[in-house]
C-alpha cells in the first residue's frame, strides 16, 4: 500500500531537497505543493499542484487523503530583512500554517511535520535543550518571527490533544546545501556568503558588525537524513526536537573558511554603523540522538566544500 506524502513548499530551497530524497524511496506518492515557483522536475511518482496555502478551501483540497504531511511552505528570507522588515516572517506564515492546521484535522492527517526554528531561544553559549525555553528573552529582531513560531508549535500541541494525528516539531539550525538562495540580498548567510566571495571583484568582503556572533549550521543533507528518522522512529503524539549540528561557530570563522576554499586572496572587512543582530545560538540535538537516532554526518568543512561545489557546476541556472 503506497503512503500519500504532502510536500508543501515544494519548490523552494528545502523543498526541493526534500522532493528528490523521497523520489527515491518505494511505495511513496508525492504531492508536491508550490505557489510562485513553478515544478522543477517531472516524474511519474510526483504529483505537482498549485496552491496558495493563505487559502482554507485551497488547504482543504490539497490535504485529502493524504498521510504525512511535511509544511515546508514559508516566507523566508535572510537577516537583511529580519532587520529592515521584520514582520515579514509573521502574517503569511501564521495565516498559512493555522488553517493547514485545520484542514488536516478536518481531513484525519495521520503525521505533521513543522519545521520551527532555534530563533526560539535565547542568547546562549551553551547548547540549550528542547524545555529551555523563554520566550521573554528572544532577540528583539526575532521576536515577531519567533513567536509566530511558538505559536504555531502550541497548535500543534493543541490539534495533537483534540485528534489522532501525531505532530512533529523540529527546531532546526541554519540549513545550507544545494538549491540554497544564493543571492546578495534575500539569501541566507551562508548561500550569500558563498555569492559574495566567488563573485565579488574587490579584494575585500564586507560583513556587518563585528563577525563575533555565533552561529550553528547544518549541511542540508543531514536535515534530510533527520527527516527520514524523524517519520521512521517519531512515536509520540507530540514531540519537539532540536535539530542542529551541535557546535556553533562565529560568523567571520565561517566567511573565513568559505574563503579558504575559494583559494581567493581576500580580507574581511567589518562595516562600522551598521546594524547587525548580536546574538549567540546555541542548541543540543542530545534528544535526536538518543530517541530518532539521528548524528549529522557532515562537518562544517566537507558541508561547505560540497556547497561551494555545487554552486560552481550550477550557477548558470540559479
Request: proline share 2%.
Amino acid at each position: 500500500m503506497k503512503n500519500n506524502i504532502l510536500i508543501c513548499g515544494a519548490t523552494g530551497f528545502l523543498g526541493k531537497n526534500i522532493v528528490l530524497n523521497f523520489l527515491r524511496k518505494k511505495n511513496l506518492k508525492i504531492i508536491a505543493i508550490y505557489n510562485k515557483k513553478k515544478p522543477f522536475i517531472k516524474s511519474k511518482k510526483i504529483v505537482w499542484k498549485k496552491a496558495d496555502l493563505r487559502n482554507y478551501e485551497e488547504c482543504l483540497k490539497v490535504t485529502k487523503n493524504v498521510d504525512t504531511i511535511l509544511q515546508f511552505a514559508a516566507t523566508t528570507s535572510g537577516s537583511k530583512d529580519i532587520i529592515k522588515e521584520p514582520f515579514l516572517h509573521v502574517t503569511d506564515n501564521a495565516i498559512m500554517n493555522s488553517y493547514l492546521l485545520k484542514a488536516s484535522y478536518v481531513n484525519h492527517v495521520k503525521h505533521f511535520v513543522f519545521p520551527s526554528c532555534t530563533v526560539v531561544y535565547k542568547n546562549s553559549h551553551i547548547p540549550l535543550k528542547e524545555n529551555e525555553i523563554d520566550e521573554k528573552k528572544i532577540h528583539f529582531n526575532y521576536f515577531g518571527v519567533g513567536n509566530t513560531k511558538l505559536y504555531i508549535e502550541k497548535m500543534c500541541k493543541f490539534y495533537s490533544e483534540i485528534s489522532k494525528t501525531k505532530y512533529s516539531i523540529v527546531r532546526h539550525s541554519n540549513i545550507y546545501g544545494p538549491y540554497d538562495k544564493f543571492d546578495l540580498e534575500k539569501g541566507h548567510f551562508i548561500g550569500s556568503s558563498i555569492k559574495k566571495v566567488f563573485t565579488e571583484k574587490k579584494k575585500y568582503i564586507n560583513i556587518f558588525g563585528n563577525g563575533k556572533e555565533k552561529r550553528d549550521i547544518l549541511y542540508v543533507e543531514d536535515f534530510i537524513n533527520f527527516l527520514n528518522n524523524l517519520i521512521k522512529f517519531q512515536k509520540k503524539n507530540y514531540e519537539i526536537f532540536n535539530c542542529s549540528f551541535g557546535r556553533s561557530y562565529s560568523v567571520i570563522n565561517y566567511l573565513e573558511k568559505i574563503i579558504k576554499i575559494s583559494g581567493k586572496d581576500l580580507k574581511v572587512k567589518k562595516l562600522k554603523g551598521k546594524k547587525s543582530i548580536k546574538v549567540n545560538i546555541s542548541v543540543s540535538s542530545s534528544k535526536a540522538k538518543k530517541i530518532i537516532k539521528w548524528n549529522p554526518k557532515n562537518s562544517i568543512d566537507k558541508g561547505l566544500k560540497k556547497t561551494i561545489n555545487w554552486f560552481l557546476n550550477n550557477e548558470k541556472i540559479l
